[in-house]
């Protein structure tokens, strides 16, 4: 290396001081309260009967456009959101026992609690871990200051629902009553607790909606033998007659090339259809009344004077089928309807935040508890070796590309598969021995897995060699990315900048000065020289040919 590239750091290295358990710090004077909205179940394409959710949320903060759930289904999803771990690693692997469930995860050891020890006031209400209620219906997980939690099996109903409040069971609306229907109890009790802790210092509120998850009770119209979910009576019907979509993959008609268990399932007939539309609709109508939710909640925060100083989120547990692949309803597959999941996040008084925009790099709810912290402060750290990132450099920074992959898996036993999804490929492992390999940028749907084409051998080999790292990962082994040597280094007392990377299975370089494109190289050695007199920051956007993308910052000092 040439003398002249003093600054040469391995890029690699850094990701370690760089993670995601260094000290955490919030910008502005005050701690901001932390308010989650979780729906249940819901796709991303319904974003589009959320319009309050949009313009509130999102037009006044960050719209996280590729975002993932580790494991398509509500417990692990859920304990993943606690605990800024893959399943692999805080043990939840499923729904219900001997792998998953309520008791499989260790409570002392939580987002709720990390918040509380750090003085935050902390309070769920609505849906907790699949199972709760079920051994000890009083029972109040470790680090709640307040507990209006869902009792199983009532949690899946949209009347006649008990909570236990602080350790009193509560039944709401035995008789079903448009006054006591459960997203609009969710919103009220939300409200309340909103007025009554807004002069006692910062709290963490996680409302965790049924909706648009399927739940009792059945109607006169519901499908027979079919799950749906139940609008308000006020939304029955609004979406009456609006045809069911039918993407290029609704009942893809050749799919000699998926796994086993796809394979087997026989096309969909007109009374399936029917079933999938009228479930399509519910669950749209039923998302109005959460709509309607937010748009009441961030009010109270407008009202009581904390909405700037307030991280909203808003999110969802998993994805859900409507006819594409076959797979007339469910979820915990790996394809896209199933694994994308809407994230958007305000806060409107941190100034270093901008308003409005959309961000493009992956993102993952193994994230949500690290951005939470992040935004919380010094005192509030996590007592797991976290598996995530924090998503505020994302949000102040379009450019920044950490270089990661994303692990997606589902339980144990025969239907098992491990997958990586990377930035424009998703290739599975399936405990059959079935392979998926698909090309997003060409093939969206997912219609032609290219696993045992030839012409993608490499990039095959290359995704199956990081899953194998990623099926047993923790923390910062997660996170990896390329190892890149990064140098930039001014010649003399006001010559050029010479920019360098090094690196195996660099494609192309970018380099930028401030944020503006300087040059761009395509070629090894990757170098540039860059002029400017000023302090700035080069900023090196390096692209595999595997797919991988990082960016790595140099701070290059001005002429003498």
């Not at 998953?100 to 935050?120: C, E, P, R």
């Not at 109607?219 to 139940?230: C, S």
């Not at 790996?334 to 008084?349: A, C, D, K």
């Not at 935004?375 to 797991?384: M, N």
Request: with cysteine; glycine share 8%.
């Amino acid at each position: 290396m040439k003398a002249g590239f003093a600054l040469a750091i391995v890029v690699a290295a850094l990701l370690a001081a760089s993670g995601s358990n260094q000290p955490h710090a919030a910008v502005g004077s005050a701690r901001p309260n932390i308010v989650v909205l979780e729906t249940d179940d819901q796709t991303l394409a319904e974003m589009e009967v959320l319009p309050s959710v949009r313009h509130l949320i999102g037009d006044a903060g960050v719209t996280f456009d590729n975002n993932f759930d580790s494991f398509s289904l509500c417990c692990p999803s859920r304990a993943s959101f606690l605990t800024g771990q893959y399943s692999h690693n805080n043990g939840v692997r499923g729904n219900a026992p001997p792998d998953g469930g309520y008791d499989k995860l260790d409570h002392t050891n939580t987002l709720a609690v990390w918040l509380q020890s750090a003085g935050y006031y902390t309070v769920h209400l609505g849906k907790y871990l699949n199972g709760y209620g079920r051994r000890n219906p009083l029972e109040i997980p470790p680090g709640w200051s307040e507990w209006h939690g869902a009792v199983d099996p009532t949690t899946y109903r949209y009347y006649n629902y008990t909570l236990n409040e602080n350790g009193v069971l509560n039944t709401y609306c035995v008789t079903p009553s448009p006054s006591c229907y459960q997203t609009d109890v969710y919103r009220d009790k939300a409200n309340e607790i909103i007025r009554r802790r807004t002069p006692q210092g910062p709290f963490f509120l996680w409302v965790a909606f049924l909706a648009d998850h399927s739940g009792g009770p059945r109607e006169a119209g519901d499908p027979v033998g079919f799950a749906t979910p139940d609008p308000a009576p006020r939304h029955a019907n609004r979406f009456a007659g609006t045809p069911l979509p039918e993407p290029p993959n609704f009942n893809e008609a050749d799919v000699s090339d998926k796994p086993t268990l796809i394979r087997r399932m026989p096309p969909i007939t007109p009374r399936q259809r029917a079933n999938i539309q009228e479930n399509w609709q519910q669950r749209r109508e039923t998302l109005l009344a959460v709509d309607e939710a937010v748009t009441s909640i961030v009010e109270t925060l407008r009202q009581t004077g904390e909405l700037d100083n307030t991280l909203l989120i808003f999110t969802s547990d998993n994805g859900f089928f409507h006819g594409e692949h076959r797979i007339r309803t469910g979820k915990v597959r790996l394809y896209e309807e199933s694994i994308r999941v809407p994230l958007l996040m305000r806060w409107t008084g941190n100034t270093t935040l901008p308003r409005g925009v959309h961000r493009k790099q992956l993102t993952m709810n193994v994230d949500d508890a690290e951005t939470i912290l992040a935004a919380a402060g010094d005192t509030a750290r996590p007592g797991r070796i976290e598996d995530g990132v924090s998503l505020l450099r994302f949000w102040r920074d379009a450019g920044f590309e950490f270089g990661r992959d994303l692990l997606i898996d589902n339980m144990p036993g025969a239907t098992h598969f491990d997958a990586i999804r990377s930035r424009n490929f998703l290739y599975a492992e399936h405990q059959n021995g079935d392979r998926e390999l698909y090309d997003l940028q060409k093939d969206p749907y997912e219609l032609q897995s290219q696993h045992a084409n030839p012409a993608f051998d490499q990039i095959r080999n290359a995704l199956a060699a990081r899953l194998h790292k990623l099926t047993s990962c923790a923390g910062a082994t997660c996170r990896a990315r390329p190892p890149l040597v990064f140098t930039a280094a001014r010649h003399g007392r006001c010559g050029g900048v010479r920019a360098s990377v090094a690196g195996s299975g660099v494609s192309s370089v970018t380099f930028l000065v401030n944020g503006r494109r300087a040059a761009t190289d395509a070629r090894a050695p990757f170098r540039a020289t860059l002029r400017f007199k000023q302090r700035a920051t080069v900023r090196a956007r390096v692209v595999s040919r595997f797919d991988q993308l990082v960016t790595s910052d140099r701070t290059v000092r001005g002429c003498r």
